[in-house]
């Protein structure tokens, strides 16, 4: 007799502080996407001391593709929307007190972040 499985998922609350996001996006700009980003440019002024600063405080950033002249627009708006897809699709990073600690995100989870955020779903790697 075949059991009929059932999937279950839950919605999660996660809240992201500015420092986890600009934690974040340091990795994944310091070597999480640099294997299909080559250049990540600050839209306008710069809002803090570096790029990886931009995001968490409303700005934007172009991310250039890697083999070709293509760009994305990274918006705070679209990351917010990276990380509930992450989570949606079953990530690996642990939630307590509605809260990650950042110390859990390595290169591959913030590539995987940045490019829901970016395309909706997984494109390189």
């Given at each position: 007799?075949?059991?009929?499985?059932y999937?279950?998922?839950?919605?999660?609350?996660?809240?992201?502080?500015?420092?986890?996001?600009?934690?974040?996006?340091?990795?994944?700009?310091?070597?999480?996407?640099?294997?299909?980003?080559?250049?990540?440019?600050?839209?306008?002024?710069?809002?803090?001391?570096?790029?990886?600063?931009?995001?968490?405080?409303?700005?934007?950033?172009?991310?250039?593709?890697?083999?070709?002249?293509?760009?994305?627009?990274?918006?705070?708006?679209?990351?917010?929307?990276?990380?509930?897809?992450?989570?949606?699709q079953?990530?690996?990073?642990?939630?307590?007190?509605?809260?990650?600690?950042?110390?859990?995100?390595?290169?591959?989870?913030?590539?995987?972040?940045?490019?829901?955020?970016?395309?909706?779903?997984?494109?390189?790697?």
């Amino acid at each position: 007799m075949n059991e009929k499985k059932y999937t279950v998922r839950p919605q999660i609350d996660v809240n992201l502080s500015q420092q986890d996001i600009d934690d974040i996006m340091a990795v994944a700009l310091d070597g999480g996407i640099c294997y299909w980003c080559r250049k990540a440019e600050v839209v306008g002024e710069c809002l803090g001391e570096y790029a990886s600063d931009q995001i968490s405080r409303g700005g934007a950033l172009i991310l250039h593709d890697a083999e070709s002249a293509q760009t994305w627009e990274l918006t705070l708006e679209k990351f917010l929307k990276g990380v509930k897809l992450y989570f949606e699709q079953g990530c690996h990073v642990n939630v307590e007190d509605n809260a990650i600690d950042t110390c859990d995100i390595d290169a591959n989870d913030a590539d995987c972040i940045i490019q829901f955020a970016v395309f909706g779903e997984v494109v390189f790697g």
